[in-house]
């Protein structure tokens, strides 16, 4: 069974461009997660999709935006980038459940580097 | 608020020693516990979780119990070897439908024959 799949691996931008990840989810799960991991500051959660809607939002500005597929796959949007956004974004996915303990299956990550 | 502190590292053992890395929580309710491993180049994987108070998740030798008292959820293992070398966090998840998780910063383990 095929994992959490991400692409670009890198991606590298000027400041004020805009950038667009891609993550494909484990077959059969519904929901997707997008983390950010920038240095020194460890995993911050930034939306979590399921069935084409957002269910939840981290601490992030609107310049984050993403969408979810009806094949649940899901793209991150990051517009008028800034020097700080320079970070890993890691996907994870899981079975849509209301039960806390739904282990999240990651991604191996988007390295964003914005110069 | 909901947070994860985790012992500073980087942590350097050799091997066969015992490993400890500390995990305290802060939560609304009752939260899940987890600890994640990050090995070298790769994605994140679960290594265990704990669901409610006194419950002790184990694997790959590893163990840490949910205590409520302390709000703590410590990572332990008996004896490390060289391939548990990787970075460990410690994270929680909200019984209120909200399912994302809260991470600690994470703690970079070495071990050395």
């Known amino acids: 069974e095929a994992g959490v799949t991400q692409s670009p691996t890198h991606l590298i931008k000027t400041r004020g461009q805009q950038a667009t990840l891609r993550c494909s989810p484990i077959?059969?799960?519904?929901?997707v997660y997008w983390y950010q991991q920038a240095l020194g500051l460890g995993l911050q959660f930034l939306l979590w999709?399921?069935?084409?809607?957002?269910?939840n939002r981290g601490n992030f500005p609107p310049r984050f935006s993403g969408r979810q597929f009806p094949n649940y796959s899901s793209e991150l949007n990051v517009n008028a980038l800034e020097l700080e956004d320079s970070a890993l974004y890691l996907c994870?996915?899981?079975?849509?459940?209301?039960?806390?303990?739904?282990?999240?299956?990651f991604g191996p990550g988007t390295r964003l580097t914005v110069l | 608020g909901n947070s994860v502190t985790q012992m500073e590292g980087p942590v350097t053992l050799s091997e066969e020693a015992f490993l400890t890395i500390n995990c305290t929580y802060t939560a609304t309710g009752y939260p899940s516990l987890f600890w994640y491993v990050q090995y070298p180049g790769e994605g994140l994987q679960l290594l265990l979780k704990a669901t409610k108070a006194d419950d002790k998740g184990s694997n790959k030798g590893f163990e840490a119990t949910y205590r409520k008292e302390t709000t703590s959820f410590h990572l332990e293992k008996g004896s490390v070897q060289v391939s548990d070398s990787a970075v460990y966090f410690c994270?929680?998840?909200?019984?209120?439908?909200?399912?994302?998780?809260?991470f600690g910063t994470g703690t970079r383990l070495t071990v050395i024959p």
């Open positions: 077959s059969g799960h519904t929901s």
């Open positions: 994870a996915s899981s079975p849509f459940s209301t039960r806390s303990y739904n282990e999240q299956f």
């Open positions: 994270a929680l998840s909200l019984q209120t439908g909200a399912n994302n998780l809260f």
């Open positions: 999709y399921d069935e084409g809607e957002e269910r």
